[in-house]
T-cell receptor
Framework: DGGITQSPKYLFRKEGQNVTLSCEQN?????MYWYRQDPGQGLRLIYY???????QKGDIAEGYSVSREKKESFPLTVTSAQKNPTAFYLC????????????FGDGTRLSIL | KQEVTQIPAALSVPEGENLVLNCSFT??????LQWFRQDPGKGLTSLLL?????REQTSGRLNASLDKSSGRSTLYIAASQPGDSATYLC?????????????FGTGTLLAVQP
C-alpha cells in the first residue's frame, strides 16, 4: 500500500543533542512538508520541499534542518538550538498539482529527557 | 497575513444528531480549502477539498461548503456516529500558493456520545 512512514513513533532528546526524524513516502510525490503540532494548536509549517535537492523554510524553521537527497525521503533534524522541541511532528506529501490534498504520516512525538 | 479560526473548539453531541463545524479565514484570496480529520495520536486524513471556484463538496455523510466573500466554510456531518469522534481541522491554501502551503486552524474536537 502507498503511504507515508514516519519513524520513530516516540523520541526522546537529551540536552544539547541533535535528533533526526525520518519521513519516507512511496506515493511518488514531488512535494514534502514538515509540520509541528502543539497541544490545542493547529499545524505550523517548519520546512517544505518541492523537488529533490531543494527546500524552503516555513514559518518556524529556526532550530531545525532538513535535506532532500532522494524523492522518497525528507528527514528532519531537531538541533540543540531548538529550545522547546517537545511537540508532535507530522510529515506530509503531495503532488505538485495544486488541487490535490496532502497525505500525512502518523507522526513522531518528541519529548525532552 | 492569513489567519484561520475554527469555532467551536469542542463539541459534544448525542449519536444520530446532525451537526455543523465552522471555519473562517481572514483573506478571501484562497486557492482551495481543505477539511481534515485527526484521531488521537495520529496524522491527518483528508476529508474534502473545495476549490475556490466551487461552493460545496460532498462525500457520504459529509458536506463542506465555501463562501469566499464572507471568508467562511462549514462542514456538515449528517446522522453522527461515535466513530465520527475526532478532531476536525480546516486549512486554506493562499492564492499564488505555487508551493501548496496550507494554513491550518486550531481544530474542533468532536465527541459523539452513544
Amino acid at each position: 500500500d502507498g503511504g507515508i512512514t514516519q519513524s520513530p513513533k516516540y523520541l526522546f532528546r537529551k540536552e544539547g543533542q541533535n535528533v533526526t526524524l525520518s519521513c519516507e513516502q512511496n506515493l511518488n510525490h514531488d512535494a514534502m512538508y514538515w509540520y509541528r503540532q502543539d497541544p490545542g494548536q493547529g499545524l505550523r509549517l517548519i520546512y517544505y520541499s518541492q523537488i529533490v535537492n531543494d527546500f524552503q523554510k516555513g514559518d518556524i524553521a529556526e532550530g531545525y534542518s532538513v535535506s532532500r537527497e532522494k524523492k522518497e525521503s525528507f528527514p528532519l533534524t531537531v538541533t540543540s538550538a531548538q529550545k522547546n522541541p517537545t511537540a508532535f511532528y507530522l510529515c506530509a506529501s503531495t503532488t505538485r498539482v495544486l488541487d490535490q490534498p496532502q497525505h500525512f504520516g502518523d507522526g513522531t512525538r518528541l519529548s525532552i529527557l | 497575513k492569513q489567519e484561520v479560526t475554527q469555532i467551536p473548539a469542542a463539541l459534544s453531541v448525542p449519536e444520530g444528531e446532525n451537526l455543523v463545524l465552522n471555519c473562517s479565514f481572514t483573506d478571501s484570496a484562497i486557492y482551495n480549502l481543505q477539511w481534515f480529520r485527526q484521531d488521537p495520536g495520529k496524522g491527518l486524513t483528508s476529508l474534502l477539498l473545495i476549490q475556490s471556484s466551487q461552493r460545496e463538496q460532498t462525500s457520504g455523510r459529509l458536506n463542506a461548503s465555501l463562501d469566499k466573500s464572507s471568508g467562511r466554510s462549514t462542514l456538515y456531518i449528517a446522522a453522527s456516529q461515535p466513530g465520527d469522534s475526532a478532531t476536525y481541522l480546516c486549512a486554506v491554501m493562499d492564492y499564488g500558493g505555487a508551493t501548496n502551503k496550507l494554513i491550518f486552524g486550531t481544530g474542533t474536537l468532536l465527541a459523539v456520545q452513544p
